[in-house]
């Protein structure tokens, strides 16, 4: 079992709806990732926070706003999106900035614009 | 260039053989290396990291070579349960903290 817990598993919404994306790890990494994964496609990084604070911004458009409470906690705020932007979106966690740490993916959640 | 190439696959193989799985990157500042399994529709899971002294893991082999810029996997003796995308992962530290993925290689291993 995966300790990254991602919230909802799957999510349908209209190009017109306002929905967020949520992420919980309780290891007390310091370091959460948000990627994006396409059918057939490695994922993609779209945001790195550090300490609870946005480190990278991979040139991701505004309709998705990331967003960290705590230190716990990670979510993913989605506004006016299009249907490219179904995908399956995976949270990760990392302990530390030292070289071996594993990174912890959760199961992801699968995105449905229609 | 592409940051982290990997053989463009796929690979069908029969059960009990030997595979090798080959990645190249192109940033010589690179500290760490992985090797992620995924499963159809599953989140990457770490399979292994890879050292450079090479390091194994029951049928698995890892190697690194630095001054190639080369990473490797080996899996011998292939089960139908291996059958998945093996991602090659190359991880930049200090405050970036960044994973690269290759596109993955898919392996299928048939009875």
């Known amino acids: 079992d995966t300790e990254v817990t991602q919230t909802p598993k799957h999510l349908v919404m209209g190009m017109t709806n306002k929905k967020s994306l949520k992420c919980e790890q309780h290891m007390g990494h310091r370091a959460m990732y948000w990627y994006k994964q396409k059918a057939k496609k490695p994922p993609e990084l779209m945001f790195v926070?550090?300490?609870?604070?946005?480190?990278i911004n991979e040139s991701v458009p505004s309709r998705f706003s990331p967003e960290c409470p705590n230190s716990s906690l990670l979510n993913l705020h989605l506004h006016a999106l299009q249907p490219e932007d179904s995908a399956l979106y995976l949270c990760a966690s990392v302990d530390s900035w030292s070289s071996g740490n594993t990174i912890y993916f959760g199961e992801g959640s699968w995105l449905t614009v229609v | 260039r592409k940051e982290v190439e990997q053989d463009p696959g796929p690979f069908n193989v029969p059960e009990g053989a030997t595979v090798a799985f080959n990645c190249t990157y192109s940033n010589s500042a690179s500290q760490s290396f992985f090797w992620y399994r995924q499963d159809c529709r599953k989140e990457p899971k770490l399979l292994m990291s890879?050292?450079?002294s090479g390091n194994e893991d029951g049928r698995f082999t890892a190697q690194l070579n630095r001054a190639s810029q080369y990473i490797s996997l080996l899996i011998r003796d292939s089960k139908l349960s291996d059958s998945a995308t093996y991602l090659c992962?190359?991880?930049?530290?200090?405050?970036?903290?960044?994973?690269?993925f290759g596109k993955g290689t898919k392996l299928s291993v048939k009875p």
């Open positions: 926070y550090s300490y609870e604070k946005l480190s």
């Open positions: 992962v190359v991880r930049y530290g200090g405050s970036q903290g960044n994973l690269i």
């Open positions: 890879v050292y450079s």
